[in-house]
């Protein structure tokens, strides 16, 4: 059993539930012991674009600080927001002038040394390698045509992109290995318009529409994300007429291919394979 | 935006200018309009200035931009920032213009709280509009 320290933020201990639950069966059975970082805080859900605000740094950094005083190094994130803020903030520190004003604002934490990797949970399938993870698959999920959306947080900016920014194949190659068929699609590295679903939804769901077309004109029967305000919007932003793909996080599908989740009685019907 | 184009040293100095270059961290001058982050903008349509354009009024000094829509149609995607060949994180000047509204008290979106949202969407949709 190898030991991950894990941060879940708070989508997926509410609407995003099935993406833990799913994702942590399937570490187990792939030999992880997946343990969550004690007392953690939000994440800070958008990272902080202005320079000169440091308030707007110390919701991330104090988690890192969770991690150092855990006695890790590295944290695992399953939520594409939550990863964003946190490996954002890892390199925001690298600058020590930001590290020292940081720790000197945060007067009732131990000070953070800085050194703690933030890794996806994309980047930790990859990291065990194709062949493994197909050593490990228990269901065939070869008729599963999938589309992979990534959104904005996994690929940008460039200093945290889990890949290629534009061009990026990790998704597709991590549902290859898992025996299921991957389909890629020009908008799946196109902003779903995110927290703009509160103030602006006919803008979102323009997106939306224009996003499912994308996957279904390309073959997608399905789509994967590991972003809960992604899958929000592209279930709940539909416009009328867009085509009706099933949207699932991509922890979910894992977990169906290594036999740690049944796949949904639906699913299974409509796309012929066993449940 | 002007009807006439002045460069003067006083529009070049404003002092706005140098508050959405220290906010931002940015140099508006490296921009050299090629365009690419309007092109790659999928919010573009909604937008009343392009996100060059809104580079463009900057360099010429151009405090119009402030009361721009555009910014606040701007998600954040970041696709203007990683595709910017002159390396100008444009996401972070359009956030030195929602910033320099903000702590002014101004705060020209509207939420429309009609169903219920995932807390990231709140959070994350407040979290704009907050100083
Ligand atoms: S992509 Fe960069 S250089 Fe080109 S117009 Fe936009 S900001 Fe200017
Ligand atoms: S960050 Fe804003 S301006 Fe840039 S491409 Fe995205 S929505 Fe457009």
Redo the contacts with the bound molecule.
Sequence with gaps: MTRLLYFPGCALKDQAKEYEVATLAALAALGYEVQELPRWNCCGTVYALAQDDLMRHVAPVRNLIRVQEAGEDKLLTLCAMCYNTLSRSTHFVQNPENLRRLNAFMDEEEDYAGGVRVLHLLELLSGIGPANLAKAVKRDLSALRIGAYYG?TLLRPREVAVDDPEKPEIMEKILAALGATPVAFPERVE?CGAYLTVTKPEAVRLRVGSILLSAAQNGAELLVTACPLCHFNLRERRPLGAPKLPVFYVGEVLAWALGAKPIPEEIARAMGVRG | MAAELRIARENLEAPFLKKVAEISGQNVFACYQCGK??A?????EH?DLL?NQ?LRLLQLGDDSVLGAR??W?????????V?CPKGVD??RI?EAIRQLSLRQGLTPVEMKLDRDFPQIALVGAWRKVSP
């Design positions: 904005c902003c | 982050c309007s790659g903008c999928v919010f573009g937008m996100p809104v555009a910014p149609v701007c998600a954040a995607c970041l696709a203007c920032t595709r444009v996401a359009m």
